[in-house]
Nanobody
Framework: QVQLVESGGGLGQSGGSLNLSCTTS????????MAWYRQGAGSERDLVAF???????TYVDSVKGRFTISRDNAKKTVYLQMNSLKPEDTGVYYC?????????WGQGIQVTVSS
C-alpha cells in the first residue's frame, strides 16, 4: 500500500519559516521524482517545486530563492523548507511522487501565512 504523509504545516507569520515533510511508504523512493504542489482557496493545484531522482531541483518563479526542496532517500522523505513566507503562500500543500505511469499523492496539509 502506497502512502505519502505530509507534516509540518500550520500557521506561519509573514517573513517567517516553515518546513514541510512528506514521508513515503510502499514505493521504491529512489526511483521517484518528488514534488510539492499548492492549492489556494478557489484555485487549481499548482506545482511549487520538484526534485528528480538524481537530486536536480526546479522551482516556480514565485518561490525561487525562498523555498528549498530536498530529499533523503534513506528516510524515503522529501522536504520543503519555506523561508521568507508571504501571505500568498497560503494554501494546501500536497506531496507528489511520480515514476513512469505511477503517480501518487498525499492527503495535503494546510499552510496559512498571516500578514
Amino acid at each position: 500500500q502506497v502512502q505519502l504523509v505530509e507534516s509540518g504545516g500550520g500557521l506561519g507569520q509573514s517573513g517567517g519559516s516553515l518546513n514541510l515533510s512528506c514521508t513515503t511508504s510502499g514505493i521504491i523512493f529512489n526511483f521517484f521524482e518528488m514534488a510539492w504542489y499548492r492549492q489556494g482557496a478557489g484555485s487549481e493545484r499548482d506545482l511549487v517545486a520538484f526534485i528528480t531522482d538524481g537530486g536536480e531541483e526546479t522551482y516556480v518563479d514565485s518561490v525561487k530563492g525562498r523555498f528549498t526542496i530536498s530529499r533523503d532517500n534513506a528516510k524515503k522523505t522529501v522536504y520543503l523548507q519555506m523561508n521568507s513566507l508571504k501571505p500568498e503562500d497560503t494554501g494546501v500543500y500536497y506531496c507528489n511522487a511520480k515514476f513512469l505511469t505511477n503517480d501518487f499523492w498525499g492527503q495535503g496539509i494546510q499552510v496559512t501565512v498571516s500578514s
